[in-house]
């Protein structure tokens, strides 16, 4: 199986009060998911929405991919909610786990795919023994909780480490990737594509997940 490029809007930068019509002007621009970012104030200092705002999204968008990327410090209280409001992909950090491959099988179980997620601070090998219920890595390039944050290019080495650990893993980078940053994260192996400004506030959304997307394909075919 070979690995996809995939770009996924964050929406967290979008007009919330218009959340639906801009979600679907993303999906409209070639966004091949949709990247929601919840956030509870205790894992990370700033607050977001939850699964009836998900719920709601779902209600009004049926057919798109939806991943939550789940910053909060109990990512098993939410399984439930999540799955029901439609979710498909259910990312959660590792960090404030216990037991990783028991909230990872929750979130199957619940009939959603399991992406992992590391903060800057957490070492990548850190996943290993999870490898076998994960369905994505998350590799993040800014510190969670907040958008706009510059780029951290010395997290490209455990994107590297994982591409060459694992060459058919969907590894996802999020936080500050945009047109001057792809390149960075598609030569060391990503391939899911989390973007927020650079692709919600641009004046051409279409033209920059394209482009973004046909770099990072350039590198999966090397």
């Avoid at 930068?13 to 956030?39: C, I, P, R, T």
């Avoid at 607050?47 to 057919?63: A, E, S, W, Y």
């Avoid at 590799?139 to 490209?156: N, R, Y």
């Avoid at 641009?202 to 590198?219: C, E, H, L, N, P």
Wanted: proline residues 5%.
């Amino acid at each position: 199986m070979s690995i996809q490029a995939k770009i996924g809007p964050s929406i967290l930068n979008a007009d919330l009060a218009n959340l639906a019509a801009e979600s679907q002007k993303l999906l409209d621009n070639g966004a091949d998911y949709l990247h929601l970012d919840v956030m509870d104030g205790n894992f990370v200092p700033n607050l977001t929405f939850g699964h009836p705002m998900v719920k709601c999204l779902r209600n009004n968008i049926k057919d798109a991919f939806f991943e939550t990327h789940m910053m909060v410090c109990k990512p098993e209280q939410w399984i439930p909610q999540m799955a029901d409001a439609g979710v498909n992909l259910y990312t959660f950090h590792i960090e404030p786990v216990e037991d990783v491959a028991k909230v990872s099988r929750m979130v199957q179980e619940a009939g959603m795919k399991v992406g992992l997620a590391l903060k800057p601070g957490t070492k990548v090998e850190e996943v290993q023994k999870y490898m076998d219920v994960a369905d994505l890595v998350l590799i993040m390039t800014v510190e969670p909780g907040f958008g706009g944050q510059s780029f951290m290019a010395d997290m490209m080495p455990k994107v590297e480490w994982l591409r060459n650990n694992y060459p058919n893993l969907d590894i996802e980078v999020d936080g500050g990737v945009g047109p001057k940053t792809i390149e960075c994260c598609a030569k060391s192996g990503a391939n899911w594509i989390v973007s927020g400004t650079a692709v919600v506030g641009a004046s051409d959304q279409r033209q920059v997940m394209t482009d973004m997307r046909g770099v990072v394909q350039r590198y999966i075919k090397k």
